[in-house]
């Protein structure tokens, strides 16, 4: 059974009590924040989010109705990555359900579209979620040699990503590839790379799966010993987990180690416990493992009978599946218990079968094999034409102009290159000055934020303890003296407002949330503090990574502490909705309000604050949109939040 990962983390099958609750979390929270997105990009990702999870509830209708919906509503969003993710996710729901040419026609749509843009990471990124996913759907289909061709070649753009869990599931993919076409040697060199980069990004369930894919590997290899070793280190990840569909996966390979060794007692063991995951987990690639394992089993001990019916069922699952290859392997099990039953005219029987479905294959894999070889053929001849043709009309051309034409060019080629040494003079000077007023803007900002936090720390620690001491004092003055108590009581408490005050004036300034917490309760507090009998804030987020730089987090904080002081203080708003969410290096913050809106041309009173939060943008190469009229208004911010992706 082939093992490849999937760049979309699902469970096959039944769903246990347990995690179809926490699926059914995962799906109202997600639908509540579909239910309050403002933009339409928002609602593609929300889309996509939502229709994986019904999916690994069991509910492929519902998933591929959102999915189709996300599709259509990306066609109205001028960026094409938006509708490039629409189509990767509809090929996920179709590619899990074995819809294999609808799943491909999809997953080509999405390459096409991310093929514009190689710069992008965002673009390169989901390209290779697309390649990943394509190979699987080859592999499906039993074109082995088409997924290879397409997961090793995506190696070196996956490399260049930087993005160690996304490198290690590659690298597992190919090995499982190789694993499947009986190339032990070179998938054991992949599986050694997947082991040591699997075990820096990923999660145990995910580590156990590629440990318990090299074990098989040594399996086949015969080298029991190690075979042994990363069963064991899987059972000891897979403990960490609990409850996982893994565990089926586990004891089958476990059953067939312990049949190789003459451990027969423990193999009944092994195969019993596997027996008992397969109720709580109905995974497909599980069955096959335990049924296997079963068959093995049966035969060691001489059960032909028994073995021979769980090769039954095993063909019968292949034929359903249309995975060729376990059907062949059946067939020659089935022929093989036969002919030990003393069943000859049954055997041969099986064998007549076995030779016609491997006949169909040949000839299944030769047509694909003449296919790739008639295009590639067609493509070259194209390709000769088409030089030929411009061998002609060049020497047509040169006999006509002569030297004539030498000269022109010589001429033509010496303004060009005048032209083109000022040009790239003149775009060398708009650089070096766009890179020095990023700059000044970059050490304004951090000037402007020490700035803060000293006055922040003056206020708090000095003047502000000054006051508290006055206070105090105060207090005490007004027990010992009964005549001026209630004027000095009132004195007392004035100086306490002021106090607060001044602790309000210095949090604003630094806050001590950001720094002790991070962004999102920091983010929490000032929307918090903002609420007014007539004014609500909400706020909503979604995936905020906590290893954001401390610099970018204040930067964020400032632009959203702008954006709604200025709703609040001009708008007339009474309520604002604040979203901040983050998708790998991306940080989104949507700011709306149903206030009166204003002129985004020439705004009348935030202009100044507007120009902080742009700067800011400009300087995170992020991008921000104002959509504002009478109903209310709408901020989108698009950000950078890594060092490695603003260059």
């Not at 002021?498 to 001590?512: D, F, G, H, T, W």
Request: proline share 2%; charged share 25%; net charge positive.
């Amino acid at each position: 059974m082939k093992r490849f990962l999937f760049i979309c983390i699902c469970l096959y099958g039944s769903v246990p009590r347990s995690s179809a609750q926490l699926y059914q979390h995962r799906i109202d929270s997600l639908q509540r924040l579909l239910d309050k997105a403002t933009s339409d990009t928002t609602r593609i990702r929300l889309m996509g989010d939502l229709s994986s999870a019904w999916f690994n509830m069991g509910k492929p209708a519902v998933a591929r109705e959102l999915s189709m919906r996300a599709l259509q509503l990306s066609r109205q969003v001028p960026d094409p990555y938006y509708q490039a993710l629409a189509h990767y996710r509809l090929g996920y729901v179709y590619a899990m359900q074995f819809i294999n040419d609808s799943a491909i026609a999809q997953y080509d749509s999405a390459r096409q579209i991310l093929a514009t843009d190689s710069t992008s990471i965002a673009y390169r990124s989901l390209y290779v979620k697309c390649n990943n996913n394509l190979a699987f759907t080859y592999a499906n289909e039993e074109h082995m040699e088409k997924a290879m061709e397409l997961l090793i070649g995506t190696l070196p753009v996956v490399a260049s990503l930087k993005d160690t869990f996304v490198y290690a599931v590659a690298l597992h993919n190919v090995s499982a590839g190789l694993t499947e076409m009986e190339q032990y040697k070179r998938a054991y060199a992949y599986s050694q790379q997947d082991l040591y980069f699997i075990q820096r990004a990923g999660k145990p369930e995910e580590i156990a799966e590629s440990f318990l894919s090299t074990a098989l590997l040594m399996f086949y290899m015969d080298s029991l010993d190690r075979t042994k070793r990363y069963l064991d280190t899987a059972a000891w990840q897979l403990q960490k987990v609990g409850k996982t569909s893994l565990w089926g996966r586990f004891y089958g390979l476990q059953t067939r180690y312990y049949v190789e060794t003459k451990q027969l007692p423990a193999a009944e063991k092994s195969l019993h416990l596997g027996l008992e995951e397969l109720k709580a987990y109905d995974r497909r690639s599980n069955q096959y493992d335990v049924y296997t394992a079963q068959k093995e089993l049966l035969e060691a001990k001489g059960d032909y009978a028994g073995a021979y019916k769980a090769s039954e069922k095993l063909l019968a699952m292949s034929q359903e599946d249309g995975l060729s290859s376990f059907t062949l392997n059946s067939l020659e099990a089935l022929a093989l218990f036969s002919r030990k039953m003393g069943k000859a005219e049954e055997a041969y029987t099986w064998l007549e079968k076995y030779k016609a479905v491997k006949d169909s294959v040949d000839k299944k894999q030769m047509a694909l094999k003449i296919n790739e070889m008639e295009m590639s053929f067609q493509a070259s001849q194209k390709e000769q034409q088409i030089l030929m043709l411009q061998d002609r009309a060049r020497l047509q051309r040169y006999l006509l102009w002569g030297a004539c034409a030498i000269l022109a060019l010589t001429v033509l080629f010496f303004l060009y290159v005048i032209r083109q040494r000022k040009i790239r003079m003149s775009q060398q000077i708009r650089v070096i000055d766009q890179q020095r007023q990023v700059e000044i803007t970059d050490a304004l900002l951090k000037g402007e934020e020490r700035e803060r936090a000293r006055l922040a720390r003056d206020l708090h620690d000095g003047l502000g303890g000054t006051l508290a001491g006055l206070k105090l004092n105060l207090g005490r003055i007004a027990q010992s003296s009964e005549e001026q108590q209630p004027a000095l009581q009132q004195v007392a408490e004035q100086l306490g407002g002021s106090v607060q005050e001044l602790r309000r004036i210095a949090r604003n300034m630094m806050p001590e949330s950001l720094l002790k917490l991070g962004l999102e309760p920091a983010l929490k507090d000032l929307c918090e503090s903002m609420l007014t009998p007539p004014l609500q804030v909400v706020f909503n987020t979604f995936n905020i990574q906590q290893d954001i730089p401390s610099r970018i987090q204040t930067m964020i904080y400032r632009m959203v502490q702008e954006l709604l002081h200025n709703a609040a203080r001009h708008s007339g708003a009474t309520k604002i909705l604040l979203q901040c969410s983050q998708e790998a290096a991306v940080f989104f913050i949507t700011v709306e309000d149903n206030g009166k809106g204003f002129d985004t041309a020439s705004p009348p009173s935030g202009g100044i604050g507007l120009a902080s939060v742009r700067s800011r943008v400009e300087l995170l190469k992020g991008r921000m949109q104002i959509d504002s009229g009478e109903n209310g208004t709408v901020i989108n911010i698009e950000l950078y939040v890594t060092d490695s992706y603003r260059g």
